[in-house]
């Protein structure tokens, strides 16, 4: 069965703390794809990166970066320097290539606060 | 840039009416979504829709919903009689390719069921 943890329900950090955002999840596919999602207090869903199963190398964005290890089943997301903007929810999210259609299952979210 | 687009923002409706949601996808893309938030809750998925058919579909997404795509621009999710407890904020999301793409969403309809 497919499942996305985010243990850490709030986060709250001070301005230009750094901070890491976890996702532990589970699926018996070889191959899938992981993503973080963003949720500004706006509402919408702003996509921030896809990863597939294969490429473990991580990746760094300006002041985000993401870990993935598959040896762990987690793909962790880091803000450098966090800035008040940061403050969102943050989803992370597990599709499945057996799920031709690529539904989209979500963790419970993460809430960012950066206080100034 | 290309994007997802959603109306109205806000829906209230009476518990019994039907609503419709209805969405824009991005042009070159083929498969469509909906999901559903209820406030203060993770994103759930509904139903895709590849193909001008329903391609999967989840518990939440009983007979009380419906998919349509009335032209080649409109996706729509229409509730035929909603229940207080189907007030969320709904999400359209398309993708070029299934499994192996990226969705975009929209900005959602927050509905309301008084």
Same mark, same amino acid.
């Given at each position: 069965a497919q499942k996305v943890t985010q243990a850490q329900t709030e986060i709250s950090v001070v301005e230009k703390e750094d901070v890491t955002l976890d996702c532990v999840y589970e699926t018996r596919d070889t191959t899938y794809y992981l993503f973080w999602y963003k949720q500004p207090p706006s509402g919408e869903l702003v996509f921030l990166i896809r990863r597939n199963s294969f490429d473990e190398q991580n990746e760094i964005s300006g002041r985000y970066s993401w870990n993935f290890q598959k040896s762990t089943s987690s793909f962790n997301f880091t803000i450098t320097a966090?800035? @008040? @903007?940061?403050s969102a929810v943050y989803f992370c999210a597990l599709s499945e290539d057996d799920s031709l259609t690529g539904k989209l299952i979500f963790g419970q979210g993460t809430t960012l606060q950066v206080k100034p | 840039e290309p994007e997802v687009t959603q109306t109205p923002s806000h829906q209230v409706t009476q518990m019994g009416q039907e609503v419709i949601l209805r969405c824009v996808p /991005? =042009?070159?893309?083929?498969y469509f979504y909906w999901y559903r938030q209820i406030l203060g809750q993770k994103v759930e998925f509904l139903v895709s829709f590849y193909n001008n058919e329903i391609s999967e579909k989840s518990e /939440?997404? &009983?007979?009380?919903f419906s998919v349509e795509r009335? &032209? #080649? =621009?409109n996706f729509t999710l229409k509730i035929r009689s909603t229940k207080l407890e189907d007030s969320a904020m709904y999400f359209c999301a398309s993708n070029?390719? #299934? #499994?192996?793409g990226t969705q975009y969403f929209g900005p959602g309809t927050r509905l309301t069921v008084l």
């Open positions: 966090s800035q @008040v @903007v940061d | /991005i =042009s070159n893309h083929l /939440i997404f &009983d007979d009380q009335p &032209d #080649g =621009s070029v390719r #299934g #499994g192996a």
